[in-house]
C-alpha cells in the first residue's frame, strides 16, 4: 500500500525557516508529479508548489522567492524549503503525489499525506 509520510512542520518566528520533508513509501513502479499543498483555518485547500519528474517547478505567487521545491527520486522524497515565513503561511501543509503502484502500473493514482502543521508566529 502507497503511502505518502510528511515531517519537519513546528512553530517558527517571523522572518525565519523550515523544511518539509515528504517520502513515499510502499510498492512504488513511479511517481510522476509531487507537490505541496496547504490549508488554514476556515479556507480552502491551495496549492504552494509542484515538481515533475523532470525537475520543473511551479510556485503560487504567495511563495514565489520563498519557498523552493525539489525531490530525491532515489528516494521518492520531496522537500519544501520556506523561507522569511510570515504569519499568513501558518496551515496545515499536505504533500500531494501522483503515482503508478507496481501491483497496478498501468494507471496513476493521487495520494495524499496526512499533514503537517506550520505556525508563524512571535
Known amino acids: 500500500q502507497v503511502q505518502l509520510v510528511e515531517s519537519g512542520g513546528g512553530l517558527v518566528q517571523p522572518g525565519g525557516s523550515l523544511r518539509l520533508s515528504c517520502a513515499a513509501s510502499?510498492?512504488?513502479?513511479?511517481?510522476?508529479?509531487m507537490g505541496w499543498y496547504r490549508q488554514a483555518p476556515g479556507k480552502e485547500r491551495e496549492r504552494v508548489a509542484r515538481?515533475?519528474?523532470?525537475?520543473?517547478?511551479n510556485y503560487a505567487d504567495s511563495v514565489k522567492g520563498r519557498f523552493t521545491i525539489s525531490r530525491d527520486n532515489a528516494k521518492n522524497a520531496v522537500y519544501l524549503d520556506m523561507n522569511s515565513l510570515k504569519p499568513e503561511d501558518t496551515a496545515v501543509y499536505y504533500c500531494?503525489?501522483?503515482?503508478?503502484?507496481?501491483?497496478?502500473?498501468?494507471?496513476?493514482?493521487?495520494?495524499w499525506g496526512q499533514g503537517t502543521q506550520v505556525t508563524v508566529s512571535s
Open positions: 500531494n503525489a501522483d503515482i503508478r503502484p507496481s501491483n497496478d502500473y498501468v494507471r496513476m493514482y493521487n495520494y
Open positions: 510502499g510498492s512504488i513502479y513511479s511517481i510522476n508529479r
Open positions: 515538481i515533475t519528474d523532470g525537475g520543473s517547478t
